[in-house]
């Protein structure tokens, strides 16, 4: 059998180092943008589980909701009863089940950011299509305009008031909840855990 030529030879050891090359290069990741996505998505998904705890109250006719979102690995909500809060004010609890819903998770700002950006997003659309059409100040006929000969001054048509939206309002932060429970001595004992308290408010 005839060796192979010089220009075979030489095409197939550059074939073999490139294929070599290849092997070593390795995939390019960026774990700022792994994060980044991996925690929007998560974000979402929670709002849409929220968001009808909100539009139930708003068509109670109230102005204000609260919700005490309590982190996967926070139980407290199972073992007693939330104290701290005037009778007026409790919040409503959401026990987060989610395994990504830790304490770690929603301690971090950017987390509690996209909370409250794509809870107020979801409360208050930008669009104007949803905005009711403003009404127009009424047109008086030609002879209510002009002067009489006594000099008096044109008759102003009547002022029409506008409605506008009411401004809503999204704060979000973490803190410290009490939970009062009794053991079976019937003593009473406080336990302590971590929430996000988020609040939306139309004013």
């Known amino acids: 059998m005839d060796p192979p030529s010089y220009e075979e030879s030489t095409e197939d050891q550059g074939h073999r180092k490139e294929e070599h090359h290849d092997h070593k290069i390795p995939q390019r990741f960026s774990i700022r943008e792994e994060v980044g996505t991996s925690r929007a998505q998560h974000v979402i998904s929670v709002v849409a589980k929220l968001l009808p705890l ?37 919040p409503v609890l959401v026990q987060l089940e989610d395994g990504g819903d830790t304490v770690e998770f929603w301690r971090q700002p950017e987390a509690l950011d996209l909370l ?9 659309p930008t669009s104007t299509d949803h905005l009711p059409p403003l009404p127009t100040r ?8 002009k002067t009489s000969l006594f000099g008096r001054k044109p008759l102003k048509s009547p002022e029409v008031q506008t409605v506008l939206k009411a401004p809503v309002t999204v704060d979000v932060k973490m803190e410290d909840v009490f939970f009062r429970t009794e053991n079976e001595y019937g ?6 855990g971590r929430a996000v308290l988020l609040t939306v408010e139309v004013s």
């Open 54 to 90: 909100v539009q139930n109250r708003a068509r109670g006719g109230y102005s204000r909701s609260t919700l005490l979102l309590l982190p996967s690995d926070q139980d407290c909500s199972r073992k007693g009863e939330l104290v701290g809060y005037a009778e007026d004010e409790v």
């Open 116 to 124: 409250r950006s794509q809870m107020m997003t979801a409360v208050s």
């Open 138 to 145: 009424p047109s008086l006929p030609p002879a209510a305009r």
């Open 187 to 192: 003593l009473y004992q406080t336990l302590c």
